[in-house]
């Protein structure tokens, strides 16, 4: 399991500022309060030298009595001064904290690690980013296993019966996709649900913490065309393709609406080739049937299609005309 790993590297830098301007602006209004109250630099001089007679303590160079005896006579001189300190303060009518950092995560203080647990603050962070970074970030807003209502489905016992086991086979991938994973083929006409179901399996995944891409049949070709024909030798910036590679889980919506050639073809091949060998999984939406997928693709791509993909068939009636007759 692997967060997007330019999503992590982006936003640990973004924790790291947040830190430091929160140190930052607690140094400048200690700043600020040295000029009103001199009174103030003088305790924290004293607090400052906190560490130097500890070590003298050990050293018996400082209080007197046994070891423990000398420490806790540092230790109380260290907690008068902070009493000092905080009626220092709160007479001039500042908060006791008010030279304290203040920061957005009191846990983790902005770093984003709780020792060497990641904090649920930057695991929050990271998920949103998921959605962002997978290309799903609004149909998310909608579109959820929550949200999946098989209230269309219900004038059809068949059509409602199928659509229960898909959907729970479904859940089942999303909850168990560490476990267990492999490749989903939703097949069906438009209207029918399969974009919803796929952005749900999405939702889930990416908030396990998979790395997730979605996106459409012509723009996933669209990028390898670019590579191919469009990128200049000056072009240095990432390779537009290298996500459909190396993500966790590779969603293809609306396979068979791209403008097919031998170009395309063999770009699809490599790709459901590479992946299923690197043990990468996929999910593939597509309007076409079985035959129609076998008309358009070569064998060599029908083949692992439909040996190394899970089908599940979509059929009923279209969700959108159905949202537009009771509208």
Not at 99 to 116: I, L, N, R, S
Not at 242 to 253: G, H, K, Q, T, V
Not at 263 to 269: N, V
Request: aromatic residues 10%; charged residues 25%.
């Amino acid at each position: 399991m692997a967060y997007n790993s330019a999503n992590v590297a982006r936003l640990r830098q973004e924790f790291e500022a947040k830190h430091l301007r929160a140190i930052e602006d607690a140094d400048r209004r200690t700043a600020e309060l040295y000029v009103k109250l001199p009174e103030l630099r003088a305790i924290d001089s004293e607090l400052a030298g906190t560490g130097v007679r500890i070590m003298r303590a050990i050293n018996g160079q400082e209080g007197h009595g046994t070891l423990d005896e000398r420490i806790n006579q540092v230790r109380s001189m260290n907690e008068d001064l902070q009493k000092l300190r905080n009626e220092c303060l709160t007479s001039a009518g500042y908060p006791s904290d008010y030279t304290d950092p203040v920061y957005e995560c009191p846990a983790c203080q902005d770093y984003g690690f709780v020792d060497t647990r990641m904090c649920v603050c930057l695991k929050r962070a990271l998920v949103m980013a998921g959605y962002e970074s997978s290309g799903i970030g609004r149909l998310i807003e909608t579109q959820s296993f929550d949200t999946f209502s098989l209230d269309y489905y219900s004038e059809d016992t068949r059509a409602l019966e199928n659509m229960r086991r898909v959907l729970a086979l479904c859940k089942d991938y999303a909850e168990n996709f560490g476990k267990n994973g492999g490749n989903l083929l939703l097949c069906g006409a438009t209207g029918l649900g399969k974009t919803h179901l796929s952005t749900s399996i999405a939702k889930v995944i990416i908030e396990n913490g998979y790395d997730v891409v979605y996106d459409t049949a012509s723009n996933i070709f669209a990028d390898f065309e670019y590579e191919r024909f469009s990128r200049s030798y000056s072009d240095t910036s990432e390779v537009r393709t290298a996500r459909y590679f190396a993500c966790e889980l590779l969603i293809m919506d609306d396979l068979g609406t791209e403008v097919s050639n031998q170009f395309t073809i063999s770009c699809l091949y490599n790709l459901i080739n590479t992946r299923i060998n690197n043990g990468r999984w996929m999910i593939i939406n597509t309007n076409l049937t079985r035959d129609e997928l076998r008309r358009r693709y070569a064998d060599r791509i029908t083949s692992r299609l439909f040996g190394e993909f899970s089908p599940l068939m979509f059929y009923g009636r279209d969700i959108r005309a159905q949202k537009l007759a009771k509208q």
